[in-house]
DNA sequence: CATGAATGAGGCTTCATTCAT
DNA sequence: CATGAATGAAGCCTCATTCAT
């Protein structure tokens, strides 16, 4: 019904789309993926229809607020590869990376899962990876770091963090910081034996049926490869 | 008791029973908790009926198969106390620990999270703690872990692992060793720096409003004590 | 398993359809006919397939139970027609019909519906009719009952009354003596004014394909026959 | 409000509503309060989930419905307060209020059970008890009923009546008009005698535990209070 | 004969997505 | 363009009845 005269269209989905991300991120962030649409959009101050005009999917959006998260990181490791002193660089980045992560449910869920469909969140992580390879050779060059550990380790590793404190971050906010110190020692103190395993040279990300999986035989029974434990 | 019952003697029951709580255990060790009892009872290759006949809810099932798994660590942990080395002790619990979480989705996505409603389960969590605070008291005698490590640290830093590695699991089902390793120097290595955060005296386990719910935090709006973030 | 001996089967057939009748009253009684068999069967202390082995059904079941009830309304109809004051008979027969339907919520959802399937409970509601008739009849010609009061008028009468209570049992028990009273009151007093709707000639009892409901149209999306309310 | 909710403006969900609301009426009326919302859904002509949109659940719809016939009542009972002939006015009210429960099967299972668990209809009728009172208070001092006649003794005689002429109304729909005027003669004829059991002060409506359960009868159980009998 | 295990249809409810207004 | 109404598949759970033990 037209409304409040012929409203400027284009500013107004622009605002929209404002309201809709901010209001996501923060549904995400405090409710993780299993939060509807309906949700969101009643969060927004819009309609549900609104949400598919700007997102074609639940995913696309959910991709849209990782995307702009994992940027923030990216552009934050970027920046610190031009700081003096490499392991404060390497132990900086790492804190930023739980700090998104215990900020943010839908992230911690979504981030580091093989179970990404989403082509250029994938491409996001990869570059996550590299940002975190960067800096991570700095600082192994430098010997703040032990040899063999890697970006990607990195990577994982503030990933587990947030889960390792994530049953206590409810009553102590803070109490990531203690396991991020510990995996920190881990990483730095080289206790001479090497790690018993190598190190990953990347980060598997699920694809539905990319290179390997012919298209005529797409896994019917389809799920994210996971678990194994042969009858008992 | 609930649900689980005693025995049901007949052998054909018996006999379904054991069908089902494998088939359960697989399914939720593979797809995590979120499977439906439909594609359990398929597996199992019986009746959607029959799942409840033996366990009165979904929640039951699953419980069941958790503490079928936690018993098995406990016991674990238990014959690991008379170990001679403490520290070896401590390591092959965690080794323990690993292995179940890495095998099995469910667990990961049920223990240590604090939104445990079965009243068992959480008993059997705050046992492993206990266990593996025995085992870490033995081993912090001996020198065999830093200052100020808990067992509540070690149950956390199990779960943790199992996510670090997670991503790596399918194409390299042993990634996991390389993460407990660096956890374990973590908490292994006395830097002599103090951890930047008090260890945790418990496991916080949400309950509805039993015990230990403070009167003046009564929630009500309900929702998993998550997330942090302001509206921005 | 034969168990404690070979059993005199037929003594222990008689005494488990003793307690299967007597479960089922009570349970029946207090918790309505949406009693489920199990629960039956677990107060009787036997099997679920033992119900079935004695009642073909749980309608049978059921008709058993309110067969017992009906033929002891009628036993005590049967008696008081030898009774001198025939007011005070069918007062009599009134206060015990009522007893009953307050005592037992399935022989108020049974008795007096047009729903009735079984043949036996059926010609059991029709002997009351009768014995009511009776009483009622003698009353008539005492003067005790103003004209045109038949029999049926009694029988729904009863039920009604217990109807009418029902919401203040729970918390005065003999609240319907208070509404038999009155209903009595009702059937006494010659106002001179002809009630405004002939006597019921008989009491319709529903039949799934007797006599006019030819077999090949068994009425397909069945119900009990009820409500009008046109379209508003 | 819950559920109800205001204006839905636009005009086909209105009329859904609409259709919906009318769909629901009839079928209740016609089956009862166990009809499935499957089968509204389908007479109304929409998918289920429509039905939800407008109710949140079927206790919801239901509520709606019986609000809407309650509110009736209400307001012809109020209507009836402005007439000149108070027993006049009793009469009237008293053929409106059995003219709904004859035409509705749903309304005599819902009012007047004591398992009543929606708020708003627990209120109605309360109102509708307080508006019987006014008619019964003002006919009292015209002589038009009998001394200690209450307006709760008239809401529970109406539905007691419904219950008496049910078995007729299939084949007389109009049966139910020969028990109210036996009934009313039974409140109009004063006999002398006191009736047996003191007039109800008020209609106990279930409570989860709100206002008026008291302390010491918490019914821990939880079953619709109901049912006598010891156990046999 | 008795048992209680298995079945499977059917009920309520949620939610991503589509589409008429 | 925005809206929010409609959809329908899918999930959990109950229970009368059948049947292997």
Request: net charge negative.
């Given at each position: 019904?037209?409304?409040?005269?012929?409203?400027?269209?284009?500013?107004?989905?622009?605002?929209?789309?404002?309201?809709?991300?901010?209001?996501?991120?923060?549904?995400?962030?405090?409710?993780?993926?299993?939060?509807?649409?309906?949700?969101?959009?009643?969060?927004?101050?819009?309609?549900?229809?609104?949400?598919f005009?700007?997102?074609?999917?639940?995913?696309?959006?959910?991709a849209?607020?990782?995307?702009?998260?994992?940027?923030?990181?990216?552009?934050?490791?970027?920046?610190?590869?031009?700081?003096?002193?490499?392991?404060?660089?390497l132990?900086?980045?790492?804190?930023?990376?739980?700090?998104?992560?215990?900020?943010?449910?839908?992230?911690?869920?979504?981030?580091?899962?093989?179970s990404?469909?989403?082509?250029?969140?994938?491409?996001a992580?990869?570059?996550?990876?590299?940002?975190?390879?960067?800096?991570?050779?700095?600082?192994?060059?430098?010997?703040?770091?032990?040899?063999?550990?890697?970006?990607?380790?990195?990577?994982?590793?503030?990933?587990?963090?947030?889960?390792?404190?994530?049953?206590?971050?409810?009553?102590?906010?803070?109490?990531w910081?203690?396991?991020?110190?510990?995996?920190?020692?881990?990483?730095?103190?080289?206790?001479?034996?090497?790690?018993?395993?190598?190190?990953?040279?990347?980060?598997?990300?699920?694809?539905?049926?990319?290179?390997?999986?012919?298209?005529?035989?797409?896994?019917?029974?389809g799920?994210?490869?996971?678990?194994?434990?042969?009858?008992?």
């Amino acid at each position: 019904m037209a409304g409040t005269s012929a409203a400027s269209s284009r500013s107004d989905a622009v605002r929209n789309r404002r309201l809709l991300l901010d209001a996501a991120a923060a549904m995400f962030a405090e409710h993780g993926v299993e939060v509807s649409i309906g949700e969101i959009a009643q969060r927004a101050g819009v309609g549900k229809g609104t949400v598919f005009r700007h997102f074609s999917s639940k995913d696309e959006l959910l991709a849209a607020i990782m995307l702009g998260l994992l940027g923030e990181l990216n552009d934050t490791g970027g920046a610190l590869l031009a700081a003096d002193d490499a392991g404060l660089a390497l132990r900086r980045f790492m804190t930023a990376c739980v700090e998104t992560f215990v900020r943010d449910r839908a992230f911690c869920e979504t981030v580091g899962r093989p179970s990404l469909q989403h082509a250029q969140v994938r491409e996001a992580i990869h570059r996550l990876c590299e940002v975190a390879e960067a800096l991570t050779a700095r600082a192994r060059q430098e010997g703040a770091v032990r040899p063999g550990i890697t970006g990607i380790d990195v990577v994982l590793l503030v990933s587990g963090i947030q889960h390792t404190a994530e049953p206590l971050l409810a009553a102590e906010p803070e109490a990531w910081r203690r396991y991020l110190e510990l995996a920190i020692d881990g990483i730095t103190t080289d206790t001479g034996r090497a790690l018993p395993h190598p190190p990953p040279r990347h980060l598997p990300l699920a694809e539905t049926g990319a290179t390997a999986a012919s298209p005529g035989a797409p896994d019917p029974g389809g799920d994210p490869p996971r678990a194994r434990r042969p009858a008992p």
